[in-house]
């Protein structure tokens, strides 16, 4: 029986340097991946835009629903995730909750790819 003969690859030792530790740390990249996720939903753009859009700085769950023409518990859902993205500050008011843009996250937000 004839072995066959062993190639070895060519290597450039320039141009094969280990890649070094990662720039974004897990934990990092963790919560910019849950404020991307949190704006990959249409409904959730929109709710963003009419929070922002108010006059007062908030808005009520109750004033959210028809425009988007969806169940006060699919509203609440969004806007749970807005919230745990750190985009929207929740306040409870008696049987409704009140959102408000939390100051600074749309511009940390526009940031985000700039700094990967």
Not at 27 to 56: G, I
Not at 93 to 105: C, D, K, N
């Amino acid at each position: 029986m004839t072995s066959l003969p062993v190639l070895v690859p060519a290597t450039d030792e320039s141009c094969c340097a280990p890649a070094g530790m990662p720039v974004l740390g897990a934990e990092e990249a963790k919560q910019k991946a849950l404020v991307f996720k949190a704006l990959a939903d249409p409904n959730r753009l929109r709710l963003l835009s009419m929070v922002k859009a108010e006059a007062s700085g908030e808005s009520c769950v109750c004033d959210l629903t028809d425009p988007l023409d969806l169940g006060q518990p699919t509203v609440s859902h969004h806007l749970k995730i807005l919230v745990d993205a750190g985009l929207l500050h929740r306040e409870k008011r008696g049987t409704w909750a009140y959102y408000s843009l939390v100051p600074g996250a749309l511009e940390q937000t526009a940031g985000l790819l700039a700094s990967l």
